[in-house]
């Protein structure tokens, strides 16, 4: 606890300038006993008990496959590797980031198996998507079974909760106009990498056409726009033809799924299905969720299934095309099954998954009116069901917000699967942080603080905001 002790100021009612005593100097003669981090670090600190309680050695054994003991350069340890991908998604930074961090965080070194400070970077920052590609959605599944595990009997529970959210791709707002002259760079790109002299590159015509573009909601600039908008579309398949004709047999075979997938985004209307929304990202879905803020949404649907009352997740799992609510819930117990090997009794879920009612041994509860031959009792259980049911929603935007299930930058639908498997692995061992965090400020209020207020004016209350806030 922080104690300000104020001088009273003379009567004269002059100010002094220097109302603190000296910092006095720091004896650095002697040197410390310590030598290793178990030494050194606080046992008490949740990344410190969590990286005790993982069992390492099963990632070591499962993604050793992965490796040659004869071939190529010295690889990093395994778990130094799985270490970064947790920690990632648990404190929310990017790949530069952790690896950054990790030289000057000894908890996170400590994490990743360390016994002794190091200096410097684990790895390069390029290495994570690497060893994501190499584990694939099998190691990402086996991270979140072992969150799983680590909560212990609050994930034992025979009834859960359901519901579907947007997982948004980083890509921009998908208009035909911006398709459009992404084509056409993309065409200057080929041309330019194959040496090949197009017909006419229009570069000029393009930054004016860009320039009439602007403003399009005004009513004097609504026409030209629409003049720009379709100029710009001819000149896509302009370049596209003209590259058709010029490239070589082995250039053109190269390149030939980009410029089927130019001529596609070309060739489609307002009103088709399975249109084209980014050129990189090209499997992205627009989604309707019928939020008010956010008619629509582009990326891929994914299932999150949480215990009733604990809140562990158990389940996460992407889609890649845009099912309907109620034909996702079958997979996602199915990934249930098969990551705990047990099955749940009940799962609740809102009227988007109307049409299940029973799927293998689960019963499934969706929220409609009672008949009047019910009792009371049985509409109080029911509401009371429901409103438990509503939780699953917060938890779905901490994931979004705070374990980067918000935007996934990871690429291809591969990606995808990963990503909201890390998101929900990542927020079961916070979870469990938070817990031991708890358990540890409890304990302390719990000898401490009685005997505080005994010799202080503050109250037990008080002190435990401080010690919430300074922890």
Not at 57 to 69: D, L, M, P
Not at 111 to 126: D, V
Not at 243 to 258: I, M, Q, T, V, Y
Not at 360 to 379: R, S
Request: aromatic share 10%.
């Amino acid at each position: 606890m922080l104690v300000i002790i104020c001088k009273k100021l003379p009567k004269n009612g002059k100010k002094h300038a220097n109302l603190n005593m000296q910092a006095k100097e720091k004896n650095i003669t002697q040197l410390g006993f310590y030598s290793t981090f178990e030494e050194q670090l606080n046992h008490r600190h949740p990344l410190y008990i969590l990286a005790n309680k993982i069992n390492w050695v099963q990632f070591e054994q499962a993604f050793g496959k992965f490796y040659s003991e004869e071939m190529g350069r010295p690889a990093k340890p395994i778990r130094l590797m799985v270490s970064l991908l947790m920690l990632k998604h648990i404190r929310n930074l990017s790949d530069e980031s952790v690896v950054e961090q990790w030289g000057e965080n000894v908890y996170y070194q400590y994490f990743s198996g360390e016994q002794l400070f190091a200096n410097g970077a684990p790895c390069a920052s390029s290495e994570l998507v690497h060893f994501r590609n190499r584990i694939g959605e099998e190691g990402a599944e086996l991270i979140l079974k072992e969150s799983i595990r680590i909560n212990g009997k609050d994930s034992d529970e025979d009834q859960g909760l359901a519901d579907t959210t947007v997982q948004e791709k980083n890509i921009t707002f998908p208009t035909d106009a911006k398709l459009h002259k992404k084509i056409i760079k993309k065409c200057w790109a080929i041309a330019e990498s194959e040496k090949v002299e197009l017909r006419q590159s229009y570069p000029r015509v393009i930054k004016k056409l860009s320039i009439d573009q602007r403003f399009r909601n005004h009513p004097k600039n609504k026409g030209k726009a629409k003049k720009a908008d379709k100029k710009i579309k001819t000149i896509a398949g302009r370049l596209i033809r003209d590259l058709e004709r010029k490239l070589s047999p082995s250039s053109f075979a190269s390149h030939s799924f980009n410029l089927m997938l130019f001529k596609k985004v070309l060739a489609q209307k307002k009103s088709d299905n399975n249109k084209i929304y980014s050129l990189h990202e090209p499997h992205v879905q627009c989604i309707s969720k019928g939020k008010e803020h956010k008619k629509y949404e582009f990326g891929s649907k994914v299932s999150i299934l949480v215990t009733k009352t604990t809140g562990v997740i158990i389940g996460a799992l992407n889609f890649e095309k845009n099912d309907f609510d109620g034909h996702t819930l079958e997979p996602a117990l199915n990934q249930y099954k098969r990551i705990t090997g047990k099955s749940l009794k009940d799962v609740f879920t809102d009227r988007g998954y109307r049409g299940q009612q029973l799927i293998g041994e689960t019963k499934v509860h969706i929220p409609k009116p009672l008949t009047g031959k019910a009792t009371q009792y049985e509409k109080n259980k029911t509401r009371k069901n429901f409103r438990r049911r509503a939780s699953i929603e917060p938890r779905i935007g901490h994931l979004k917000q705070d374990y980067r299930l918000g935007r996934n930058f990871y690429k291809g639908i591969k990606g995808d699967n990963i990503n909201v498997m890390f998101a929900a692995a990542a927020m079961n061992f916070k979870r469990m942080m938070n817990k031991w965090k708890k358990i540890f400020v409890n304990f302390f209020a719990k000898y401490f603080f009685e005997i505080q207020y005994l010799f202080s004016g503050f109250s037990p209350k008080m002190n435990l905001k401080i010690l919430y806030l300074t922890f």
